[in-house]
């Protein structure tokens, strides 16, 4: 799947130009101004054009759409000053506010039907196309079977947005908060023309901050307030500087130097400050899970795989104790199922998703029982051994250690069975994977909104996502009543979705192993950073500098 990657070079790392309370340092004297901080990052910027991102984890913070998301991944003011839904939850009107854009122009309604039909076209190719299902038209013209002009949004006047949906959206609200749905300037874009995007001084910002000194490849560059910003009133910083540190011992050290205020820790680091004053984790809604092939080009192997008894196997096989806390040990945390934990929870009761999705005996840790399932499912299929390869990317910080307990593990507990692995490159892997070149493969997918919708879309018959190519006509139909027939009956499109979810569950039809939750060291001078476990992942326009 994608987003890992994405996810962990996403994950901005801030500090401050302070010296820090850490290991023995005095606290407390400013290296630089109290109005600037330091980011760090695992990889690169790689692109500014909202049409064309895969993730928004530091760009959340200089593009702003309807909403922007706050605390706990509710949506709060945007560029909307008002959104109003109609009583059959098939028509939105977004009343805008008078916001400018980072140059000056007036951010208007016909700025959003712009940037929506821009991102739809064939020749932006967004990757983020298939968010836009629900409203009218864009399936059809994700197909290429209407124009991108004809998707549901139209501007009846500069302050006015009205969305038609071809079925209410219960998330829709959330998923408004999402910078892919904000605006772009059309004359910026065809000024610019090829050039749009690829240096900071090719766009234009809607948001808290704005971007200097980025040309496309270089290892740092920065966020400077937005003069233009509606509420700028608010934004504390002055400047938030970025560079690439790769690696964890690096940022450790420059975290000791006072040059970092929040760094990741790898797992041995984890172990070893865990009892840090500034010791702190993240969560984030990425589930780590196996897919199967369940249409597998070896006869057998094809046999094995769709076999419930051999995935209850191969899941109850796995210590996800060890993996967490000692392969990991990051403070990663035990999945109950293929939907993040953390993510959403029922309107009504409050009762998280994960622990409603829950099926027992399918992700605990049962040798027994794994052996078991095993010996039936071979006698099955007529099989005494079976040979499996792991596919992988050695691109992702956990895949070696991964992939080497999953083989260990598997090949001590179910007799007869032989795992080779298969670490290549990310590329390599996602062409192998989305042709269904393998066996089982290690993958993973974090949410973009709140709500569990983000997950279930993955098992749907006939989604590009659905690699393993598993198919269920009643999970398909409850996931259609979810977002049909239902989607308006809170209740109702709730439990759908739990029954559905368990029905992936109880067939592992997808294997989940952890959830990642990062581990920093933060120093406390540091205030008012939004960390969310979904879509724009952290958000700095209320931070400030104690």
């Not at 109003?84 to 959003?112: M, Y």
């Not at 959330?174 to 065809?190: D, R, T």
């Not at 008894?309 to 191969?314: D, T, V």
């Not at 945390?333 to 029922?346: H, I, Q």
């Amino acid at each position: 799947m994608k987003k890992f990657r994405s996810i962990v070079a996403g994950l901005a790392v801030v500090s401050v130009a302070l010296l820090l309370a850490a290991c023995g340092k005095k606290s407390g004297q400013s290296q630089s101004n109290d109005k600037v901080l330091n980011l760090s990052t695992t990889a690169v910027l790689d692109t500014i054009d909202i049409s064309k991102s895969t993730g928004y984890g530091q760009t959340g913070n200089v593009f702003e759409s309807f909403y922007r998301l706050g605390k706990d991944g509710k949506p709060t003011a945007g560029l909307a000053k008002s959104g109003e839904v109609s009583k059959d939850g098939l028509t939105w009107t977004f009343k805008l506010r008078d916001a400018k854009w980072s140059n000056g122009d007036p951010i208007t309604a016909q700025d959003f039907v712009y940037s929506w039909r821009r991102s739809l076209s064939p020749k932006t190719a967004s990757p983020y196309a298939y968010l836009f299902s629900g409203v009218k038209n864009a399936d059809a013209i994700v197909a290429d079977k209407k124009s991108p002009d004809s998707i549901g949004i139209s501007a009846p006047d500069s302050h006015t947005v009205v969305v038609k949906l071809e079925r209410p959206i219960a998330y829709f609200k959330v998923l408004m908060a999402y910078p892919l749905f904000g605006p772009q300037n059309q004359k910026v874009v065809e000024k610019y023309g090829k050039k749009y995007a690829t240096k900071a001084q090719y766009q234009v910002y809607s948001g808290p901050f704005v971007i200097k000194n980025w040309n496309g490849t270089n290892d740092t560059w920065d966020f400077i307030k937005n003069k233009n910003y509606w509420d700028k009133k608010v934004v504390k910083l002055d400047k938030i500087s970025y560079q690439v540190v790769k690696s964890t011992n690096t940022g450790y050290q420059l975290f000791e130097q006072g040059k970092l205020d929040l760094t990741p820790l790898s797992s041995e680091q984890v172990k070893n400050l865990k009892s840090n004053s500034a010791f702190t984790s993240y969560p984030y809604s990425l589930v780590r899970f196996l897919l199967y092939n369940f249409k597998d080009s070896n006869s057998l192997n094809r046999k094995a795989l769709n076999n419930r008894n051999i995935r209850l196997a191969l899941s109850l096989a796995i210590d996800r104790n060890i993996v967490t806390k000692k392969v990991l040990g990051n403070g990663s945390t035990l999945p109950t199922g293929f939907v993040a934990s953390d993510l959403a929870t029922n309107p009504k009761t409050g009762v998280d998703f994960a622990k409603s999705q829950a099926v027992k005996n399918t992700v605990s840790y049962n040798p027994t029982l794994a052996k078991k399932y095993w010996r039936q499912g071979l006698k099955e299929i007529g099989a005494k051994s079976l040979t499996f390869n792991l596919l992988s990317s050695n691109e992702e910080s956990d895949s070696d250690q991964l992939t080497q307990y999953l083989q260990s593990q598997w090949m001590k507990v179910l007799s007869g069975l032989k795992i080779n692995v298969t670490n290549i490159p990310d590329k390599a892997t996602n062409a192998k994977a989305q042709n269904g070149y393998f066996d089982i493969y290690l993958s993973h997918w974090g949410g973009d909104f709140n709500d569990p919708m983000t997950f279930m879309q993955i098992p749907m018959t006939g989604t590009s996502y659905n690699y393993g190519k598993w198919s269920s006509q009643a999970y398909d139909s409850l996931v259609k009543q979810a977002q049909n027939q239902d989607a308006n009956n809170v209740e109702k499109r709730w439990q759908d979705l739990v029954k559905a979810a368990q029905i992936v569950n109880s067939q592992q039809a997808i294997t989940p192993i952890y959830q990642q939750t990062t581990a920093y060291l933060q120093n406390k001078r540091v205030h008012g950073i939004i960390h969310n476990t979904a879509g724009t992942q952290w958000s700095y326009k209320y931070a400030y500098i104690k």
